[in-house]
């Protein structure tokens, strides 16, 4: 059973250049979640998808944007690259549940990470 | 709004001595409160989680309480080893919506 899966590995950009992320989340799993991952932090979070539709945000500007696939694979574009962008991009995936009628996340599980380091 | 403290590190510890880290949080309600672990160039592993009040999650040794009255989940282990080396994330997610927040990490570093 394939984990999460995150491509590429690294990657360099130049400022105010546009850059695409890819993950594939864990067989049986609907739900992914973008993380940024400055050095010496902790994950922050993006946004996260599913049923192909943003459902929350984290404190990112609109530079920061995201799909996800019928096949619930995703896509995080950042435009406009800054040198603050450099950080870990982490995907994480997960399978809702209900709990009292809302939906609910009871565990994440994180892909390896591609390294954005912008110049 | 929702947060998590953690103590700072970096920890040093000769192998097989006890390990504590802090963690605190705020939050309004019942958060679920999760413990992650991060190995040198690899992204985040669950390493054990509690989703009530007084619930211990326990794994490969290390064990958190879920303590409502102090908004405290610590993490130890009572007999560290060099493999254990790694950064340590204390995470919750709140009883509504699936944002996670994450502390800044505490590093732990045994020595033989």
């Known amino acids: 059973d394939a984990g999460v899966t995150q491509s590429p590995t690294h990657l360099i950009k130049t400022r105010g250049q546009q850059v695409t992320l890819r993950c594939s989340p864990k067989?049986?799993?609907?739900?992914v979640s973008w993380y940024q991952q400055a050095l010496g932090q902790g994950p922050q979070f993006i946004f996260q998808?599913?049923?192909?539709?943003?459902?929350q945000r984290g404190n990112f500007p609109d530079r920061f944007s995201g799909h996800q696939f019928p096949n619930y694979s995703s896509e995080l574009n950042v435009n406009a690259l800054l040198l603050g962008d450099s950080a870990l991009y982490l995907c994480?995936?997960?399978?809702?549940?209900?709990?009292?009628?809302?939906?609910?996340?009871?565990?994440?599980?994180f892909g390896p990470g591609t390294r954005l380091t912008v110049t | 709004g929702d947060s998590v403290t953690q103590m700072e590190g970096p920890v040093t510890l000769s192998e097989e001595a006890f390990l504590t880290i802090n963690c605190t949080y705020t939050?309004?309600?019942?958060?679920?409160l999760f413990w992650y672990v991060q190995y040198p160039g690899e992204g985040l592993q669950l390493l054990l989680k509690?989703?009530?009040?007084?619930d211990k999650g326990s794994n490969k040794g290390f064990e958190a309480t879920y303590r409502k009255e102090t908004t405290s989940f610590h993490l130890e282990k009572g007999s560290v080893q060099v493999s254990d080396s790694a950064v340590y994330f204390c995470?919750?997610?709140?009883?509504?919506?699936?944002?996670?927040?994450f502390g800044t990490g505490t590093s732990l570093t045994v020595i033989p």
């Open positions: 994480a995936s997960s399978r809702r549940g209900l709990a009292g009628g809302n939906v609910l996340i009871y565990e994440q599980y």
């Open positions: 067989s049986g799993h609907d739900t």
């Open positions: 998808y599913y049923e192909e539709e943003e459902r």
């Open positions: 939050a309004t309600g019942y958060p679920s």
């Open positions: 509690a989703t009530k009040a007084d």
């Open positions: 995470a919750l997610r709140p009883n509504t919506g699936n944002q996670f927040y």
